[in-house]
């Protein structure tokens, strides 16, 4: 993982990538922080005042004219490197019922949740692709290139057994079948994509109740995407090791 | 089914369905027809010039102020005996890959796919549980009261081997959720929710090379319908007989 791109990094797991990959090694060269406010994102601010590789941008996921000068500012940092990771982190949740859920929260869960991921890949793919046929790495897997999709276990429709969440529910779902579509589509260009649930984490969307801290979470995931290869394209993960995939 | 609600009849399965219900035997006392342009839908007035039980009415599923006056009109219909069973059938099919496909088509096939049966649904629930209610059939069924999901075989996640269709895919897995959610959400009232593959059937949208016609597809479909109950409710259903649950 030489180079990473990660939306939704002001706080909560998206920030959290940030700073246990700002400090991995072998050092990535570059970190992608990205987010709607720069301004007012002082937690992820502060990563990138002590760690020179984290540079953070704006991306408004529902506002597509901010991807462009992004995708140009990345391509002219990582030159012929390319994009290795895509963390399609950015998110929205929504708690309503069927019966109560507006069109706003709707609209606000899919264009977040799927359309911004997909639509925000597309504008990525010739710098991923460019980042895995120069990696020199051979084999699918994080250090040639990978789009990983944060997704949610509450994405499963199989386990879906309390009904609500009207809107989320439906987003990650559709989440799902965009990772599964895209990994065979980019299986000719060896790009690894992963639909992965964080788990239960205590983050703003999660509550102070949740099960697991940001630190924990993360640091699994980032062991579960190291552990990735050709046969885990496509797949709808749990954040467990060993690996374990879920029911769509 | 002594009142049902069909969307996109206008042409293909959705007209193909008006044309059946009218005729079925015992005689529904309501068949309510909606589409997005009633005045350019000759081949479904039609079918409502001999069958006075037909209504057609306007609705277009991205614009939610349409959906009010049908409930209204609906409502002052049916009064006391409610809605039976609605059919949310009206659906775009999007033909193009990831690396292409424009937000524009994006955003239509969540619209017109998911957040409009899910609004419109919201919308009818009221007297969609005054039917359940006053039919004074005891167990699960349409006769009882039913929410169908038109989905399609492109929205089972685990099947998808080929990719493309972008949107179409991601639009169906999302209406798939929605069918498990509200079902669950509905097992009080004993209404029965449905997510229904009608098959590859040469419509405007299957093309002329598809393995069967409207007639069959929905002869079928109607027939599986009404085998429905309490174990299926929340199902994503084949279009074949005996019934057979696709894999989400």
Redesign the interface.
């Known amino acids: 993982m030489r180079t990473i791109l990660v939306t939704g990094a002001n706080r909560g797991i998206g920030l959290e990538f940030v700073r246990q990959l700002a400090r991995r090694k072998p050092t990535p060269a570059f970190i992608f922080a990205t987010c709607r406010s720069p301004d007012n994102a002082h937690d992820l601010r502060a990563v990138a005042d002590t760690h020179t590789n984290v540079k953070v941008l704006k991306i408004d996921m529902q506002n ?1 004219s901010t991807y462009g000068p992004v995708v140009e500012a990345v391509s002219n940092m990582v030159g012929e490197n390319g994009l290795n990771v895509l963390i399609n982190n950015a998110g929205v949740y929504s708690k309503d ?3 109560k ?1 507006s ?1 706003e929260m ?2 606000d869960s ?2 977040i949740n ?2 911004g991921p ?2 925000l ?2 504008a990525f ?1 010739p710098i991923l692709k460019q980042g895995a046929r120069s990696s020199k790495v051979e084999s699918f897997g994080v250090d040639r290139g990978a789009i990983i999709n944060i997704s949610s276990g509450f ?1 499963s ?2 386990s ?8 989320y ?3 990650k ?6 990772s ?6 980019l299986k000719s260009e060896k790009i690894l994509v992963l639909s992965q649930c964080p788990g239960w984490v205590s983050t703003r969307m999660g509550g102070p109740h949740a099960s697991r801290t940001p630190e924990s979470s993360v640091s699994d995931m980032l062991t579960i995407f190291a552990m990735c290869s050709e046969e885990h394209t496509g797949c ?1 993960l749990r954040n467990h090791i060993p690996l374990e995939v879920l ?2």
């Open positions: 597509e019922g069927y019966e859920v069109r709707l609209k899919f264009d799927v359309i997909m639509r890949t597309q793919l994405g429709i199989a879906n057994d309390s009904g609500g969440n009207a809107g529910r439906e987003s779902a559709a989440l799902n079948m965009f599964k579509g895209l990994s065979l589509d709808y029911p769509y």
